[in-house]
């Protein structure tokens, strides 16, 4: 049945939006789109290493993301820089370094588009056993420090207080999000992770009214974004990562209809 | 365990420094078992700083802090409501540990909230707030309940029926509190033991013995009257401009 390499893509892309859904919440609430995306430019770099010392791609990302992550903390701490410019920082020179990287590698033919955009072809039965097995290891996790980690996101002080430990879980939370990171570059590509993480749980806000509903329909739009972005890869020949947010995007257009109906029905 | 079972938190001399400048020093306060122990102080006094270290939020950079509590429950002076959550008050009310439905409204009713426990949180008044935030902490039945400044925005009868409310409590739950607040009526009239704070305990004691003339207060009886004679405490010291004390 994974013979066919969209089949594999599909189970694949599924298990990322799984996986994608109650993370991406979590980014929006604690508005760290930014940070989402400073790291998924960084998984670049980690694709040129694991290229150039042959290491499996999945880990060396995983590996550079919680690098950076590590590395936005500290600087935090030694600079008077503003969060956002720290970031961009980060993201932008872990990028250059990457780019710069693949135009040493030249002796090993690089499919650059793949990377930054996602390729459906690529996907392995292998990846699907990573998705699958690592998304359910990140889903696990995400269950235990979950109580932390959300008191947390609605106030620090009240959460350290009820001993909560957050400090802990926001560490943990990083590193869960730099996996889900390195389980979707090959589907997504670097540049556009962050757009599968944010939208489907920007549309599950606009209609949804408790934190569970939302992560219930963050997870099924990514689902449906993934399945439909996949077909219209297929059939119009697009790279996979792009045809999957333009999907989302649409989405996210139509959940604002209820929203529109509900204001139009309050100014009555 | 300590020698004495209904010691919540002890704090011996601690205090905290940012960026080299002491916020608060030298704060000796202990919190028993259905006592109120009552923060009192100016803006930027290091009321909040102090309440933190007894919640082990701030770790003291001196002293020592022992903490006895099982159960701490908070109710913070700021909480930002601009939040990108879907949060319905059912939602907070069970934010750090589940409280069954039962209890939820028993709590929401106390506080006059119970109308509000399907509403979004982002789109209570501040005062509506603030009432869901002590049902909240009440919910949990803490041993030690920190409030810091538990009733801002709260209309004036409400204002009223809450201090009532916080006194019932600490009775009831037989929990320790420690209080931050302006309302020096109720701070003279209900509490055990008053802290008056300027970066350092400028003087603790009873409220009687912190305001030598309390039937100054009753007579009185406004705000502004009160406020005048609890800062007329007998100063065996004088402050320099950070509130420390000059030699």
């Known amino acids: ?268 | 365990m300590n020698e004495n079972n209904n010691l919540l938190v002890r704090l011996r001399d601690c205090g905290v420094q940012k960026s080299s400048k002491w916020i608060v020093k030298g704060i000796s306060l202990e919190i028993h078992k259905g006592k109120i122990v009552t923060l009192i102080g100016p803006n930027g006094s290091g009321k909040t700083t102090t309440a933190k270290m007894a919640l082990n939020i701030l770790k003291s950079d001196e002293g020592s802090i022992e903490n006895y509590s099982t159960k701490m429950a908070y109710v913070p002076q700021k909480i930002s409501i601009d939040w990108t959550m879907p949060l319905r008050v059912i939602d907070f009310m069970n934010l750090t540990s589940h409280i069954n439905k039962d209890e939820i409204i028993e709590a929401l009713e106390l506080t006059g909230v119970q109308h509000l426990i399907y509403d979004e949180i982002h789109n209570l008044s501040g005062g509506e707030f603030q009432r869901v935030l002590i049902a909240r902490a009440i919910a949990k039945k803490p041993d030690l309940l920190v409030l810091d400044e538990p009733v801002q925005g709260v209309d004036f009868n409400g204002e009223i029926a809450l201090y009532n409310l916080i006194k019932e409590i600490c009775i009831k739950l037989n929990c320790g509190i420690l209080l931050i607040s302006h309302d020096l009526h109720f701070v003279m009239s209900a509490t055990d033991h008053v802290i008056c704070l300027n970066g350092h305990i400028c003087c603790s004691g009873s409220p009687k013995s912190i305001v030598k003339n309390s039937s100054y207060i009753e007579l009185f009886g406004e705000h502004n009257a009160a406020t005048l004679s609890l800062y007329q405490h007998e100063h065996d010291h004088s402050h320099q401009t950070d509130g420390s004390v000059k030699n």
């Not at chain 1, 749980?201 to 997870?219: G, K, L, Y």
């Open chain 1, 1 to 268: 049945m994974f013979d066919d390499f969209f089949i594999r893509a599909l189970v694949a892309g599924v298990g990322i939006a799984i996986v994608a859904g109650p993370l991406g919440c979590l980014v929006i609430w604690r508005r760290l789109s930014y940070f989402g995306d400073t790291l998924s430019h960084s998984a670049l770099l980690g694709v040129t290493l694991a290229y150039s010392f042959s290491l499996n791609i999945a880990f060396s990302v995983f590996v550079i993301s919680a690098v950076v992550a590590l590395l936005l903390v500290s600087l935090q701490k030694r600079t008077k820089l503003a969060g956002d410019s720290l970031l961009g920082l980060l993201a932008h020179s872990t990028l250059a370094i990457g780019l710069v990287l693949i135009g040493f590698l030249s002796y090993i033919r690089f499919d650059l588009m793949g990377l930054l955009f996602g390729d459906i072809l690529a996907v392995t039965t292998a990846d699907i056993g990573l998705v699958w097995i690592g998304g359910s290891i990140i889903l696990i996790i995400l269950y235990f420090i979950w109580k932390s980690l959300f008191s947390a996101t609605v106030n620090y002080d009240l959460s350290a207080a009820e001993g909560m430990r957050p400090e802990f879980s926001n560490f943990i939370f990083t590193l869960l999000l730099a996996g889900v990171i390195a389980l979707s570059i090959k589907m997504i590509g670097a540049l556009l992770i962050t757009g599968l993480l944010l939208i489907p749980a920007a549309i599950a806000r606009n209609i949804s009214n408790s934190p569970r509903q939302m992560i219930v329909i963050a997870i099924l739009s990514g689902i449906l974004s993934v399945v439909v972005g996949l077909f219209a890869s297929l059939e119009i020949n697009t790279s996979s990562g792009p045809s999957i947010i333009v999907v989302a995007l649409i989405l996210f257009i139509i959940s604002l209809v209820p929203l529109e109906i509900k204001g139009q029905l309050q100014k009555r």
